[in-house]
C-alpha cells in the first residue's frame, strides 16, 4: 500500500501525483489515500522525488468512481456560505478559528455563533416538556438492539409531530425550533449511569447516554469540546443533504432527518465506530503495531487515518488530543493511537483524524463503539440548521443538478412485460 522502489517503466506512460490528482478530480492527498487503501499502486520517481502512477490504472478509477470531467466547468457542486470556511490547514466558523472557539467556548455558545453571528456567553438550550416526553415514547418503542442514529432519528420525527409552528421559516421560528430539538435528541436518549444532569451544559446531559461512568471535568471538557469542533465542515454529504431539504423548504425538523440519514453510511459519521473497533483491539492487544498489520494485510484501510482535506494532523483532533492528556483514564488509549499513526506512516503519510480523537475518549471512558457517531449527530444539528438558516434565503428548489444520461439512446421498442405474445400499443396490460 505504499510506494514500490525500483527502476521507473518506459513501456507504459507514467502520471505525477499532481497530474493522476487532476484526472480523477481529487486533491493530491488523496491521491496518496487512495494508495493507502489499496485503490491505486505508486512507484518512487527517479531519485526519489515524489511518485509515479500507470496512466490506464489512475483512469480506470476515474471510470469507477464516476468522475468523467475533472474540469472546474464539471466540478462539484458550489455555494456561497458564510458559516465555515476550510483554508491552509485550518477551520474558521464565521472567520473565527472553530480550534480557539472550542478551547474558549461551550458547545451552545459555539452554536449560537454559528447560527447567528453574535456570542451569547453561558447559553443554554433547554428541551420542552412535551417534546421530550414525545422523544422519549417513540424511543421506547424501538428494538433494545437499535442503534444510536435510530433512536435520534424517531426522536427528531415526534419532536417534529410536537411542534405546529414547524412550517414557520422565519429565522426566529427556525432557532426557537433548534434550541429545542437538540436537547431533546439528548434527553431522549437511554440513561446508561448514574442521575442525569440537568439544567448545566449539554456536554454533561449527553455524558450520561454515553457511558455508564462517572464525568469528571477533564472528560467533560473533551466532550464539550468535541460537539464544538464537529458543529460543521463546510458542505460535507449530510449538510449537502440537509441543503437540498431546506432547498425545498423542508421544515427544520424535516433538514435534520435527511441529515442524520446520510451520516449514518460508514464513510461519514459512523466512521468513528471502525476507529473505536480499530484502538479497543490495539489497547486489548497491548500494541498498535499486530492490529495495523492485521488491516494492511487483508487490504483494510487503517481507520481515524487521513482526509480529503487536510494536508497534515486534522486540528481538531489536534485539541482533542491535547485535553485527552489531561484526562488519567485516557493514557492507555491515547498511546495506542499514536502509536497507531507511528506505525501506519510507515506505509502512507496518513495522519489522524477526529474520529481517531473521538475513539481515544470513547475506549478510555466505558463508551459504546457508536458513542462517536452520537457526538457527531447531536453536534451536527447545529450545522444543519445553520446551512438550513442560510438556504431559506436562497431561490427556492435552486439545487437540481442535470443527470448525465447513459443509457440507451431512444427510440427503444416498447419492452414486453414476459407473460405472453406482444398484444400490440393498445393493450391494458
Known amino acids: 500500500m505504499t510506494d514500490q522502489p525500483g527502476p521507473e517503466r518506459h513501456d507504459a506512460p507514467r502520471l505525477t501525483t499532481r497530474q493522476a490528482a487532476e484526472l480523477l478530480g481529487v486533491k493530491p492527498e488523496t491521491v496518496y489515500a487512495y494508495v493507502s487503501r489499496g485503490q491505486l499502486s505508486s512507484v518512487r520517481a527517479a531519485g526519489g522525488r515524489g511518485s509515479t502512477f500507470d496512466a490506464e490504472e489512475v483512469r480506470a478509477l476515474a471510470r469507477r468512481?464516476?468522475?468523467?470531467d475533472p474540469s472546474p466547468a464539471?466540478?462539484?457542486?458550489?455555494f456561497r456560505t458564510g458559516i465555515t470556511l476550510i483554508e491552509d490547514d485550518r477551520c474558521y466558523f464565521r472567520g473565527v478559528d472553530a480550534t480557539e472557539l472550542a478551547r474558549r467556548y461551550g458547545y451552545e455558545e459555539v452554536a449560537e455563533w454559528l447560527w447567528t453571528g453574535e456570542l451569547r456567553p453561558g447559553a443554554r438550550f433547554a428541551a420542552p416538556a412535551g417534546t421530550l416526553a414525545a422523544g422519549r415514547r417513540a424511543v421506547e418503542a424501538l428494538p433494545a438492539h437499535s442503534g444510536s442514529t435510530d433512536l435520534l432519528r424517531v426522536a427528531v420525527t415526534a419532536a417534529a409531530a410536537t411542534d405546529p409552528l414547524r412550517f414557520d421559516l422565519s429565522p426566529e421560528a427556525v432557532l426557537n425550533s433548534?434550541?429545542?430539538?437538540?436537547?431533546?435528541?439528548?434527553?431522549?436518549?437511554?440513561?446508561?449511569?448514574?442521575?442525569?444532569?440537568?439544567?448545566?451544559?449539554?456536554?454533561?446531559?449527553?455524558?450520561?447516554?454515553?457511558?455508564?461512568?462517572?464525568?469528571?471535568?477533564?472528560?467533560?471538557?473533551?466532550?464539550?469540546?468535541?460537539?464544538?469542533?464537529?458543529?460543521?465542515?463546510d458542505l460535507a454529504a449530510s449538510t449537502l443533504a440537509a441543503r437540498v431539504a431546506a432547498s425545498a423548504r423542508a421544515h427544520p425538523y424535516a433538514v435534520v432527518s435527511a441529515g442524520l440519514g446520510v451520516l449514518e453510511g460508514p464513510l461519514h459519521g459512523a466512521a468513528s465506530g471502525l476507529a473505536h473497533r480499530l484502538l479497543r483491539e490495539a489497547v486489548d492487544r497491548g500494541s498498535a503495531v499486530p492490529v495495523v498489520a492485521d488491516h494492511l494485510r487483508t487490504?483494510?484501510?487503517?481507520?481515524?487515518?487521513?482526509?480529503?482535506?487536510?494536508?497534515?494532523?486534522?486540528?481538531?483532533?489536534?485539541?482533542?488530543?491535547?485535553?485527552l492528556a489531561e484526562v488519567p483514564q485516557a493514557a492507555g488509549a491515547l498511546a495506542a493511537a499514536r502509536e497507531v499513526v507511528a506505525t501506519t506512516a510507515r506505509h502512507a503519510p496518513l495522519h489522524a483524524n477526529i474520529d481517531l480523537a473521538l475513539a481515544v475518549l470513547s475506549v478510555s471512558r466505558g463508551m459504546a463503539a457508536d458513542a462517536g457517531e452520537t457526538v457527531f449527530a447531536v453536534s451536527r444539528t447545529a450545522g444543519w440548521v445553520a446551512h438550513a438558516l442560510e438556504e431559506y434565503?436562497?431561490?427556492?428548489?435552486?439545487?437540481?443538478?442535470?443527470?448525465?444520461?447513459?443509457?440507451p439512446r431512444p427510440p427503444q421498442p416498447l419492452p414486453r412485460d414476459g407473460s405472453g405474445p406482444d398484444q400490440g400499443p393498445g393493450s391494458a396490460n
Open 74 to 78: 464539471g466540478g462539484d457542486l458550489a
Open 299 to 323: 487490504g483494510r484501510r487503517v481507520p481515524g487515518l487521513g482526509h480529503r482535506i487536510y494536508r497534515g494532523e486534522d486540528p481538531r483532533a489536534t485539541v482533542l488530543f491535547e485535553l
Open 178 to 233: 433548534a434550541r429545542g430539538l437538540i436537547p431533546t435528541l439528548v434527553g431522549a436518549l437511554p440513561v446508561l449511569g448514574g442521575p442525569a444532569a440537568e439544567r448545566g451544559p449539554l456536554a454533561a446531559e449527553l455524558w450520561s447516554r454515553l457511558t455508564p461512568e462517572p464525568a469528571d471535568a477533564p472528560s467533560l471538557a473533551v466532550l464539550d469540546a468535541a460537539l464544538a469542533l464537529l458543529i460543521d465542515h
Open 65 to 68: 468512481s464516476g468522475r468523467r
Open 393 to 407: 434565503g436562497e431561490r427556492p428548489l435552486r439545487i437540481r443538478p442535470s443527470g448525465q444520461y447513459t443509457g
